[in-house]
């Protein structure tokens, strides 16, 4: 699975950005997947995660209430929703998927296989 992440930007404190990853490959609605973020000097953090079915979705308390992953199967595409964006959210924004055989999420990066380059993320104060 190829993964391409986009839809970064520069935002105010307070504004939204949707983030989009679009995955090329037969096999993305067997996937599990998943956002995270990092920034220079620290660990890459979970974010949120999705089920293959996308009925099933957990995220990392910072993003409850504020963030919204989705994902369209039909169009191999997974989406992120930040709302009321912070300066702390700041930081290049990963997608993450893995096979998985039950509907499941997942959020420990290191259960991921597949990950795209990166969006960046930068929300002015």
């Known amino acids: 699975v190829q993964l391409q992440a986009s839809g970064g930007g520069l935002v105010q404190a307070g504004g939204s950005l949707r983030l989009v990853c679009a995955a090329a490959?037969?096999?993305?609605?067997?996937?599990?997947m998943g956002w995270f973020r990092q920034v220079p000097g620290k660990e890459r953090e979970f974010v949120a995660a999705?089920?293959?079915?996308?009925?099933?979705?957990y995220y990392a308390d910072d993003a409850k209430g504020r963030f919204t992953i989705s994902r369209d199967n039909a169009k191999n595409t997974v989406y992120l929703q930040m709302n009321s964006l912070k300066p702390e959210d700041t930081a290049t924004y990963y997608c993450?998927?893995?096979?998985?055989?039950?509907?499941?999420?997942?959020?420990?990066?290191?259960?991921?296989?597949?990950w795209g380059q990166g969006t960046l993320v930068t929300v002015s104060s």
């Open positions: 993450a998927a893995r096979l998985a055989l039950s509907d499941s999420y997942y959020y420990s990066r290191d259960e991921y296989y597949y």
């Open positions: 490959g037969r096999t993305f609605s067997s996937c599990a």
């Open positions: 999705i089920s293959r079915s996308g009925v099933s979705t």
